[in-house]
């Protein structure tokens, strides 16, 4: 009978060791990472309306001093890689330009878009944060 209890009394603890060591942080993190919260979201999306007003400014410094725009990021010494978004000059000509800014800014498999236009207007093409 000693001997029963014993066991019950491991295999309890080791369940409880489990579920409190194991099986609860991996629970909480996994809550964590599925309610990112809107105002977060949006938060992040600060950071392409940053990228994308800094490509601007330089594009157009870059106009300036050659009559046209470019296609070459390097070009304009701007940081194409920011956290969560990736620059990308998608036209360049004489009197007009886009830079997109892409990224996934929950990892839910949707890209959130932003795009700015010689207007300096950063617009949100694609809005991540709507698909949740």
């Given at each position: 009978?000693?001997?029963?209890?014993?066991?019950?009394?491991l295999v309890l603890a080791v369940f409880w060791l489990?579920?409190?060591?194991?099986?609860?942080?991996?629970?909480?993190?996994?809550?964590?990472?599925?309610?990112?919260?809107?105002?977060?979201?949006?938060?992040?999306?600060?950071?392409?309306?940053?990228?994308?007003?800094?490509?601007?400014?330089?594009?157009?410094?870059?106009?300036?001093?050659?009559?046209?725009?470019?296609?070459?990021?390097?070009?304009?010494?701007?940081?194409?890689?920011?956290?969560?978004?990736?620059?990308?000059?998608?036209?360049?000509?004489?009197?007009?330009?886009?830079?997109?800014?892409?990224?996934?800014?929950?990892?839910?498999?949707?890209?959130d878009v932003w795009v700015i236009t010689e207007d300096?207007?950063?617009?949100?093409?694609?809005?991540?944060?709507?698909?949740n």
């Amino acid at each position: 009978m000693k001997k029963v209890i014993i066991i019950l009394l491991l295999v309890l603890a080791v369940f409880w060791l489990y579920n409190r060591f194991i099986a609860e942080p991996k629970r909480v993190a996994a809550e964590a990472a599925e309610n990112i919260s809107e105002a977060a979201l949006r938060a992040r999306q600060n950071e392409a309306r940053l990228m994308l007003r800094q490509a601007f400014q330089k594009q157009e410094s870059f106009h300036a001093r050659t009559g046209h725009y470019t296609y070459k990021l390097d070009s304009l010494r701007v940081e194409e890689r920011g956290t969560y978004y990736r620059l990308e000059i998608k036209r360049a000509k004489t009197n007009n330009f886009e830079i997109r800014a892409e990224g996934n800014i929950d990892s839910d498999g949707y890209y959130d878009v932003w795009v700015i236009t010689e207007d300096g207007k950063p617009y949100n093409i694609v809005d991540d944060v709507k698909k949740n």
